[in-house]
């Protein structure tokens, strides 16, 4: 409790004066002078102590008193308690966790989605079947001349490998850095 300022009256120097001792004052609202007084020590030396980290910059509390006393009576004051005051749209750390677990996981599903749709795109759509190359090479359209599969025989250099994802990927990349070169080398001079 912060007492209210009293006049001070000279005491005789203590053997030891505390930075606690000093707050209290400040608290009590002594000012630097009257803890000169107070203390039976000069004004340099109270200097001198508010050198402290403490205590440096730091003034007396100016309080004034009532001349009566003052009841808070309001119907508020009635109704505090001691429990805590919950906000409704506050969440707790394990439905935090929880929706960042939900939201993780959509972003994975959304992410092997747009996977998914990256390789449909790359891989070719419809694959040509051994007729087509001999008729391109032949120089006859399917519908000047018709082949059936058995008049044409695979070998085993014929089989088509379809390319994975990441190998799709390099090369796009290895594309991209060829344009890079050849970009930055048309502006060389």
């Not at 009576?73 to 394990?94: C, F, H, K």
């Not at 390789?119 to 694959?127: C, N």
């Not at 008049?151 to 090369?171: H, K, M, N, Q, R």
Request: glycine share 2%; proline share 6%; charged share 40%.
């Amino acid at each position: 409790m912060i007492e209210m300022r009293k006049n001070v009256t000279p005491g005789e120097t203590p053997e030891k004066i505390t930075v606690s001792m000093i707050d209290q004052d400040l608290k009590d609202g002594v000012s630097k002078s009257d803890m000169a007084v107070k203390y039976g020590i000069k004004p340099w030396e109270v200097d001198e102590m508010f050198k402290h980290p403490f205590l440096k910059g730091r003034r007396p509390s100016r309080k004034k008193a009532l001349s009566f006393t003052f009841v808070d009576d309001s119907p508020l004051a009635e109704d505090v308690t001691d429990e805590p005051i919950i906000d409704p749209n506050q969440v707790t750390l394990e439905q935090a966790i929880d929706e960042a677990i939900e939201s993780v996981e959509e972003i994975k599903d959304q992410m092997q989605e747009t996977q998914d749709a990256i390789i449909d795109m790359l891989s070719p759509t419809e694959f040509e079947t051994p007729e087509e190359p001999v008729a391109k090479v032949n120089g006859t359209s399917d519908e000047e001349e018709e082949f059936s599969i058995e008049d044409v025989a695979l070998t085993d250099s014929d089989e088509v490998d379809i390319p994975s994802f990441e190998d799709t990927l390099d090369v796009v990349k290895e594309q991209q850095e060829e344009e890079l070169e050849m970009d930055e080398d048309s502006f060389e001079m």
